[in-house]
């Protein structure tokens, strides 16, 4: 079980920036996570992401697949989204996934199905620091199949640090 807040408090030597240019900031986190396309130009893990159904405005159906060290077959998600804006406050987005089946993302033969016990993301004003943004990372994955535990423990604690890095480059580079 995993779970990250990420606060990023402003530098006292750089001007503070507005609300409404902290507003845009959320969004281009939002962005960076849910949209796919996005998604696929900072992940280096994911990949083969696409949403394959989309049930209404704020539910879909995610398959992605994640890249492992040889000779750890790769795994992959068949994952129910759901998403909403403004929620849990104002300015704030919620984005949710857990695993399920369906019948257009089937397991794949050259890959395990892993399962998405719960998984999500928080973006919200933060309510400790002026003008900036609090990211909450959830995610208990059960990465199915056989892999040795040092292994596990190798990239459970490297991953997320490395993974909120490559966001803040990611969402430094969008326009």
Known sequence: FFFLMIRRPPRSTQSRSS???DVYKRQKV????????ERGKWETLLY???VFEKID???DMLYSAVRTPFPITDRDF???RTFAENYPRENSYAI?????THPLCPPLKNRVRAETVISGYVIQPS???TNSTDLTII???DPKGNIPTPIVNHFAGKAPKEWVNKLLIACQKMK
């Open 19 to 21: 609300a409404a240019s």
């Open 30 to 37: 939002y962005r960076a996570i849910f949209d796919v396309e």
């Open 48 to 50: 083969d992401m696409r």
């Open 57 to 59: 405005e704020n539910t």
């Open 78 to 80: 068949c994952q129910l």
């Open 96 to 100: 949710h996934f857990t695993s399920t």
């Open 127 to 129: 309510l400790t620091f």
């Open 139 to 141: 995610a208990q994955t």
